[in-house]
């Protein structure tokens, strides 16, 4: 099952009993927030959720599946990770 930003923004208006508009508004914040904080290199801790943080990945060779000798240079690269909170990794193990 996947979630949009749609169908989050009207769970948290249900939740906090606001409009629509208000809590898309919200979660479109939150998330402009994040991307301005990952981008600038910090990382993010959501105590009980977990931890979003950039890194660095290293260059590297590639290699196309249908002619292995012919080879591509992956340059480095920075990534978003994604470490889950106590309480996040304890309810997956639940399921």
Same mark, same amino acid.
């Given at each position: 099952m996947s979630l949009t930003k749609r169908e989050i923004a009207q769970k948290v208006a249900l939740m906090i009993g606001s409009t629509k508009s208000d809590a898309a508004d919200a979660v479109q914040a939150m998330l402009d927030v994040m991307a301005k904080e990952l981008a600038a290199g910090g990382h993010i801790e959501l105590r009980g959720f977990g931890v979003f943080e950039v890194k660095t990945r290293? $260059?590297? /060779?590639?290699?196309?599946?249908?002619?292995?000798?012919?080879? /591509?240079?992956?340059? $480095?690269?920075?990534? /978003?990770?994604?470490? $889950?909170?106590? +309480?996040? $990794?304890?309810?997956?193990?639940? +399921?």
């Open positions: 290293k $260059a590297s /060779v590639g290699r196309n599946p249908r002619k292995p000798q012919d080879t /591509v240079k992956i340059p $480095a690269r920075k990534v /978003v990770k994604f470490r $889950a909170g106590k +309480e996040l $990794a304890a309810e997956l193990e639940k +399921e």
